[in-house]
Antibody, heavy 124, light 106 residues
Framework: QVQLVQSGAEVKKPGASVKVSCKAS????????IYWLRQAPGQGLEWMGW????????HSPLKFQGRVTMTRDTSIDTAYMELSRLTSDDTGIYFC?????????????????WGQGTVVTVSS | DIQMTQLPSTLSASVGDRVTITCRTS??????LAWYRQRPGKAPKLLIY???TLETGVPSRFSGTGSGREFTLTISGLQPDDSAIYYC?????????FGQGTKLEI
């Protein structure tokens, strides 16, 4: 079964870091980019970055550069997203996604497979 | 960065109706546009990509048109479970941006 399964909910204090995992199954993990997105309560979707599981290359928008770290472990087909220096504005649902219609050299594409989401709450 | 303007923000319709959602971009994006449906508490689901190509398994009641800067998602024969938030997304070059969403109430 082709799927992305994310880690469970997290509660963090301001200033801390959170690390979310995304385990892929049913397809070749290194053949497709993994993307990270988030959604604040009652708000829209925001793309946070991507990682190429084959090359380890990463890219994120300016807003998150210096604060987001994306890694992967190909031995267990799992991608990770760590967000540091958390504030209450980081509270929300974090998703991983991929483009199975794509490839591992061009990150462009519509997200056709999503994880179930991980709720992250930042509160003192 | 490409800015996305999605209209309307909310839409109320009845079972069997046809509705249209519009997405306008700040620059021409050819057809690099996707539409997603998101039900409460769930991950988004891809409906349409390349502006008009139906994702596998999505009913033909959903259709997409447009190119350049203006795009539409049309849903015909509305069903009760079409109640959701619909998002457009630009995906060709970073940053990949989403519209603000349209909440459809049946």
């Amino acid at each position: 079964q082709v799927q992305l399964v994310q880690s469970g909910a997290e509660v963090k204090k301001p200033g801390a870091s959170v690390k979310v995992s995304c385990k892929a199954s049913g397809y070749t993990f290194t053949d497709y980019y993994i993307y990270w997105l988030r959604q604040a309560p009652g708000q829209g979707l925001e793309w946070m970055g991507w990682i190429n599981p084959k090359s380890r290359g990463t890219h994120s928008p300016l807003k998150f550069q210096g604060r987001v770290t994306m890694t992967r472990d190909t031995s267990i087909d799992t991608a990770y997203m760590e967000l540091s220096r958390l504030t209450s504005d980081d509270t929300g649902i974090y998703f991983c996604a991929t483009v199975l219609r794509g490839d591992n050299w061009n990150p462009a594409g519509a997200f056709d497979l999503w994880g179930q989401g991980t709720v992250v709450t930042v509160s003192s | 960065d490409i800015q996305m303007t999605q209209l309307p923000s909310t839409l109320s319709a009845s079972v069997g109706d046809r509705v249209t959602i519009t997405c306008r971009t700040s620059q021409s994006i050819s057809t690099s546009l996707a539409w997603y449906r998101q039900r409460p508490g769930k991950a988004p689901k891809l409906l349409i990509y390349e502006a008009s190509t139906l994702e596998t398994g999505v009913p033909s009641r959903f259709s997409g048109t447009g190119s350049g800067r203006e795009f539409t998602l049309t849903i015909s024969g509305l069903q009760p479970d079409d109640s959701a938030i619909y998002y457009c997304q630009y995906y060709d070059r970073s940053p990949y941006t989403f519209g603000q969403g349209t909440k459809l109430e049946i």
